[in-house]
């Protein structure tokens, strides 16, 4: 039981990149398609994802916190590991960048959270 708890320890503390790494083993090697993955995929697609794939490195910009500006501020708190009036005060000068010259899968998985907790979100 000890090992199922820190096994879940280990995997709540995963960064977004490692987030990343986990999903590709897991579709690669067993077949799996985690859902956050599917979710990332879908948000960024449509003709933009087309010219985005000739960059190589991207920058998420945080345009709006929207409707849920406290759950965006604890995960922009989370993503960038900043502390939490840190955190607030790029959601508060929002258009801000979150995470500068990151890979595209980051970029879309990183949009894909913040959508999902209401902000609006652009990648560069």
Avoid: C, H, R
Avoid at 84 to 113: C, F, W
Wanted: hydrophobic share 45%.
């Amino acid at each position: 039981m000890a090992d199922l708890k820190e096994f879940a320890e280990q995997l709540v503390n995963l960064t977004v990149k490692e987030v990343n790494e986990l999903a590709t083993i897991l579709k690669d090697e067993y077949g799996i398609e985690p859902a956050a993955a599917a979710v990332a995929v879908a948000a960024g697609g449509g003709g933009a994802a087309e010219a985005a794939e000739e960059q190589s490195e991207f920058d998420v910009v945080l345009k709006a916190a929207g409707a849920s500006k406290l759950a965006v501020v604890k995960l922009v708190k989370e993503l960038t590991g900043l502390g939490l009036k840190e955190a607030k005060e790029l959601v508060d000068n929002a258009p801000s960048n979150i995470k500068e010259g990151v890979s595209k899968d980051e970029a879309e998985a990183l949009k894909g959270q913040l959508e999902d907790a209401g902000a609006e979100v652009e990648l560069k």
